[in-house]
Nanobody, 116 residues
Framework: QVKLVESGGALVQAGGSLNLSCAAS???????IGWFHQPPGKERDGVIC????????YTADSVKGRFTLSRDDAKNTMYLHMNNLKPEDTGVYYC??????????WGQGTEVTVSS
């Protein structure tokens, strides 16, 4: 089973930017990969995901135009680039591998706090 380790979470002011990283112990290039967000006291939801089937990128409406996903397959690492952060972006961010809707592998999460 692959191990995923997120990093980069921090306290940032609204309007700021942050880049999260997810280092995998195994390959990412043949899998659907994505990032998920769990606000305080709420359920985890998908943020952005790349399908392994056709490369389609699914992005939550709340982050369209602000968040993007990139990957470095040589390093088995994916990234979440977050711009124009809002207080509602606060929460724990998880990376996942194995599909956009029902991923099989999860990281432990990294916390992002956006102050107003």
């Amino acid at each position: 089973q692959v191990k995923l380790v997120e990093s980069g979470g921090a306290l940032v002011q609204a309007g700021g930017s942050l880049n999260l990283s997810c280092a995998a112990s195994g390959p990412l290039d043949t899998y659907g990969i994505g990032w998920f967000h769990q606000p305080p006291g709420k359920e985890r939801d998908g943020v952005i995901c790349v399908s392994s089937t056709d490369g389609t990128i699914y992005t939550a409406d709340s982050v369209k135009g602000r968040f993007t996903l990139s990957r470095d397959d040589a390093k088995n690492t994916m990234y979440l680039h977050m711009n124009n952060l809002k207080p509602e972006d606060t929460g724990v961010y998880y990376c996942a591998r194995g599909g956009c809707w029902y991923p099989t592998d999860w990281g432990q999460g990294t916390e992002v706090t956006v102050s107003s």
